[in-house]
């Protein structure tokens, strides 16, 4: 059965093709219907600027440049290109690197020029993942956009810094678009099955059910909204039919809306739901069971609970600074580097996204949940923070004070200070904490790991201290 009417309008009477994709169909037709790039569509922005473009042949221009839109797959890269090319009133004309050579990108660039000389008609190119190029048919490309033959947006979801070459980068504008926050989707999704471009509100959609598709989709629109159909499809060839005696074309009344439940939507997509709620018990459950496998040295526990959160929607870098806590708290000075490896994780994480950041988290976890363990320098800190909120301070030894401003040395500042580097060992006997503390030991390394070594070597360490502020 159909589904959906074939021929229509939509809102404001443009035909809308309903044999298209839904993703297709609820494309935005104004820069205010995109969703999560409002970092892009300020006033006067480049964006705007070339989707407001003067008319035609009118010599006024823009101002802009080509542009490079980089940004994971969904965000809206194409539909700004369309924009772009709907706005301005120019040609359009789109190329796939999957598809296209040299000799469709030159044939291109010659028609463009021929149509500017002879009507002064200018033309958008778009060409859809860039980065597929080779570096031939990107240089093809440069005269084009030196001259402005075309107004090039290409569009990529790699770092142009090492996709794109230099001398095109450097003749184009590099828009950044943002991965799509949860709300943004929410919206994105509630605006599909409202449209009478979409599904015109012939389907109702249940929270749990909105929820999964939000997780499922992540950042990335488009598979939002395949989703969507997907389960609205399914509900509605579902929904029982109408006695024809009470047909909504006999009756005059509305046809009740199909329901797509949190089971249509995970039967539609062939994805069980993971129970879990990022505001909620769930969120907090499995976190603490993510920490705990990590401390009890349980790699296999680590990565169910990591691969459950990253199912379910968990911002990576809420993860990412986990690890990092509890590569201090857990493993502290037992293998130092596992630090290193979060704090590096942490940081890739920011710049990869998903999904392939779920390896470089996988990688730091697996670092913390496979490391010897030590909690000395938590019990360490603690115990200093305990004494200091106690008001166990005490006045910093004369010895130790700042001598570098004028006077201090009058005051004793600085006196009688020894500097380590000229004994032996680069260890010399003398008073570091206040008077009050002296001999508090707050750091008490085990025998675990590297932390072994710290242990015998700072044994020997304070007894030379204590030797020499004793003598």
């Known amino acids: 059965m159909d589904l959906f009417d074939s021929a229509g309008t939509d809102d404001v009477g443009l035909p809308v093709d309903t044999h298209a994709p839904l993703a297709v169909r609820m494309r935005p037709r104004s820069l205010p219907e995109v969703l999560g790039q409002d970092h892009l569509l300020t006033a ?46 120019r040609r359009f ?51 084009s956009v030196e001259n402005r033959w075309v107004t090039l947006m290409a569009a990529t979801t790699e770092n142009p810094s090492f996709s794109v070459v230099s001398p095109l980068l450097s003749r184009s504008l590099l828009l950044t678009l943002h991965p799509l926050e949860a ?10 099955v409202a449209d009478p471009r979409g599904l015109g509100a012939r389907v109702r959609l249940e929270d749990e059910a909105r929820e999964q598709i939000v997780r499922m989709a992540g950042s990335d629109a488009r598979k939002a909204l395949t989703v969507l159909e997907a389960a609205a499809g399914a509900a509605l060839c579902a929904r029982p039919h109408q006695d024809d005696a009470a047909h909504p074309a006999d009756t005059g009344t509305a046809a009740p809306a199909a329901v797509i439940t949190l089971a249509g939507v995970e039967q539609a997509a062939d994805v069980a739901a993971v129970r879990y709620d990022r505001q909620g018990d769930q969120h907090y459950d499995v976190i603490s069971a993510f920490i705990k496998s990590m401390r009890g040295s349980d790699p296999d526990a680590t990565l169910h609970y990591l691969a459950r959160m990253l199912a379910a929607g968990e ?28 704090v590096a994780a942490q940081q890739a994480v920011g710049l990869i996204g998903m999904p392939e950041a779920q390896l470089v988290l996988a990688e730091a976890a697996l670092a913390v949940a496979t490391a010897p363990k030590s909690n000395a320098v938590t019990l360490g800190i603690g115990r200093a923070a305990a004494d200091v909120a106690a008001g166990r301070a005490g006045q910093v030894p004369a010895h130790l004070r700042d001598a570098h401003y004028p006077g201090a040395q009058r005051l004793g500042h600085g006196v009688g200070y020894l ?32 932390e072994k070594q710290v242990a015998a070597r700072l044994e020997a360490v304070r007894r030379i201290l204590q030797d020499g502020a004793g003598a």
């Open 44 to 89: 006067g922005s480049p964006l705007q600027r070339l989707v407001g473009a003067a008319d035609p042949g009118s010599g006024q221009g823009t101002g802009v440049s080509s542009v490079i839109l980089w940004g994971p797959p969904g965000t809206g890269k194409t539909t700004l290109a369309y924009l772009v090319a709907r706005g301005s009133g």
């Open 93 to 143: 004309v789109e190329l796939s690197a999957l598809t296209a050579g040299v000799k469709d990108v030159r044939a291109v660039v010659e028609d463009a020029r021929r149509r500017l000389a002879a009507s002064g008609e200018e033309t958008v190119l778009f060409v859809d993942e860039v980065h597929r190029f080779s570096r031939s048919q990107q240089d093809a490309l440069l005269p």
């Open 183 to 192: 709300q943004d989707v929410r919206r994105l999704v509630d605006r599909a």
């Open 315 to 342: 911002d990576p870098r809420y993860i990412a600074r986990r690890i990092t806590i509890h590569a201090a708290e857990d493993v502290g000075l037992a293998d130092p580097t596992v630090l290193s490896t979060a």
């Open 419 to 450: 500097y380590p580097h000229d004994h032996p060992h680069g260890v010399v006997g003398q008073q570091y904490l206040p008077d009050g503390l002296a001999g508090q030991r707050y750091y008490e390394p085990t025998s675990r790991g590297f």
